[in-house]
């Protein structure tokens, strides 16, 4: 097993940047596929983004792309999100997730950590 830490949510005004973290223990780290994603209260969990194991590969869902950029440190055992021109529509609790194979559908991934709050003011 994998155990998923994230952090650096906060409050932000719109066209503000934060940078998100997800600390990962457990098993080796570079095993895993990682991801981000977002919900919002009454939605469904959407995908955002994610990294091959080796950071080689990067995918986005088409409402972040060209603002957020997933990256990894495999010696840090660390994913994060670094998210520019942040939209009020972007506000959302923000997932990290690992998985054994690339995929986008929630279903590919088998570990998750509690999420942390990321609210873009307008």
């Known amino acids: 097993q994998v155990q998923l830490v994230e952090s650096g949510g906060g409050l932000v005004q719109a066209g503000g940047s934060l940078r998100l973290s997800c600390a990962a223990s457990?098993?080796?780290?570079?095993?895993?596929?990682m991801g981000w994603f977002r919900q919002t209260p009454g939605k469904e969990r959407e995908f955002v983004a994610t990294?091959?194991?080796?950071?080689?590969?990067?995918y986005y869902a088409d409402s972040v792309k060209g603002r957020f950029t997933i990256s990894r440190d495999n010696a840090k055992n660390t994913v994060y999100l670094q998210m520019n021109t942040l939209k009020p529509e972007d506000t959302a609790v923000y997932y990290c997730?690992?998985?054994?194979?690339?995929?986008?559908?929630?279903?590919?991934?088998?570990?998750w950590g509690q999420g942390t709050q990321v609210t873009v003011s307008s």
């Open positions: 997730a690992a998985a054994d194979r690339l995929g986008f559908p929630i279903r590919t991934y088998d570990y």
């Open positions: 990294i091959s194991k080796g950071g080689i590969s990067t």
């Open positions: 457990g098993r080796t780290f570079s095993r895993y596929v």
